[in-house]
């Protein structure tokens, strides 16, 4: 699976964005998908988990009602809709799919990863 994310950029703190990822290659409705972000200095985090189907969503609290994930498996496409941005959101935010449950997304389970795209939210 080769995944592409785009939709980065500078916002406001306040402000949204909404990121994409593209796939190709193997079949995209058989993976969980899930979006990680990496801050300068700090480790890669989880963000956001999706289901092969859509109908199951995990969250890390931090951005627990203010971001939204969703997937459109005719699209090949998994999104991620960040409102009410924080200073604290600022990072590179990558997506990854797995071959596994939604509820197992973390950094070192996911098969696959895309090129970050930088999310930077001023004060």
């Known amino acids: 699976v080769q995944l592409q994310a785009s939709g980065g950029g500078l916002v406001q703190a306040g402000g949204s964005l909404r990121l994409s990822c593209a796939a190709s290659g193997r079949t995209f409705s058989y993976y969980a998908m899930g979006w990680f972000r990496q801050a300068p200095g700090k480790e890669r985090e989880f963000v956001a988990a999706?289901?092969?189907?859509?109908?199951?969503?995990y969250y890390t609290d931090s951005v627990k009602g203010r971001f939204t994930i969703s997937r459109d498996n005719a699209k090949n496409t998994v999104y991620l809709q960040m409102n009410s941005l924080k200073p604290e959101d600022t990072a590179v935010y990558y997506c990854?799919?797995?071959?596994?449950?939604?509820?197992?997304?973390?950094?070192?389970?996911?098969?696959?990863w895309g090129k970050g795209t930088l999310v930077t939210v001023s004060s």
């Open positions: 999706i289901n092969w189907s859509g109908g199951v969503t």
């Open positions: 990854a799919a797995g071959a596994i449950v939604a509820s197992k997304a973390s950094a070192g389970a996911m098969d696959y």
